[in-house]
């Protein structure tokens, strides 16, 4: 991978790159779409990364389909998979990680210790191995996306930051990987982390400018689906991921609930009313 991405630098190709774990939906393709746009070469990487589940989260049973996710790239006329092994990215007696510190430790950081520093080595080691000119990224995960902004620009990494849109289902729910764990009637149940969602922005259209308050009216929300259990529902600047009192200059607006043992994540930017 490096001596190709060399070759391809040398020869003055814009190397646009989509890190995934796989189980690849329509979230990741719209990624490489974008790529494909922007870019001379698209390099595509599919790795379960170990270090970024916990000791009682979900690494075993995660989805791996590298079968059907090489067809559906090739189908996008994707130029190049990067599809290591555990032992390749984390060579025996590696004891080097990238962790960003202050902002690791909110949101998923908060309920998944640990989570982002996995994130922020893997993808640092990516972007070494690869070294693109564009990374892209989905919105979804909103709280990854400030975390490697920041790493981006402490380390001098020369790379741009691409964030695309999240993208959804007809009824509203935010695509993952981890939808295939849920029931039909879990299915409709996930419904509420979007549900909460429209109704800060219904509040917001009306005129409320109080976090506080558009927080309580989300959680309420989600509280009226029993089968939908709270991790946290927050309202954020979205470069720092601190709290906002007032949303007038703009917010992240983040939930994350479990759905049976599935735990799923949205979330809504609201734009700067100035």
């Known amino acids: 991978m490096q001596a190709i991405n060399r070759e391809l ?11 995934t774990m796989g189980a690849l939906h329509d979230g990741h393709l719209s990624l490489v779409r974008s790529a494909r746009t ?3 070469v698209v390099v ?31 189908s996008e006329k ?7 092994s555990t032992d390749e990215m984390y060579p025996k007696g590696a004891r080097t990680s990238v962790y960003v510190e202050g902002l690791s430790e909110k949101l998923d950081g908060l309920s998944r210790p640990g989570h982002f520093k996995g994130v922020t080595t893997v993808v640092a080691k990516l972007f070494e191995i ?9 919105q979804k995960d ?6 490697l902004r920041k790493m981006v620009q402490d380390l001098n990494m020369d790379v741009e930051m691409m964030v695309c849109p999240i993208v959804r289902e007809p009824d509203g729910l935010a695509l993952s990987s981890r939808n295939v764990y849920l029931s039909a009637e879990q299915r ?10 429209m109704r800060v922005q219904f509040m917001v259209d009306r005129g409320d400018r109080s976090a506080a308050s558009l927080r309580e009216h989300g ?12 991790d946290y529902f927050e309202i954020v600047d979205p470069d720092t991921l601190e709290p906002v009192g007032d949303v007038s200059r703009g917010a992240l607006v983040a939930v994350a609930a479990w759905v049976g043992t599935t735990r799923l994540i949205d979330n809504l930017v609201l734009p700067s009313r100035h």
């Open 44 to 74: 595509v990487s599919i790795f379960v990364n170990p270090l970024q589940f916990g000791p009682t989260e979900d690494f075993s049973k995660y989805p791996r389909t590298l079968e059907s996710d090489t067809r559906k790239l090739e």
């Open 78 to 84: 994707v130029d190049l998979l990067f599809a290591p």
């Open 188 to 197: 409709k149940q996930a419904l509420v982390l979007h549900r909460a969602l």
């Open 9 to 19: 630098r040398r020869s003055g190709k814009r190397i646009g790159f989509v890190p």
């Open 142 to 147: 909103a709280a990854q996306v400030a975390i």
């Open 38 to 40: 922007h870019n001379d």
């Open 130 to 138: 690869v070294r693109p000119d564009r990374a892209y990224f989905g």
């Open 219 to 230: 959680i309420q929300v989600i509280a009226e689906e029993p089968g939908a259990k709270l």
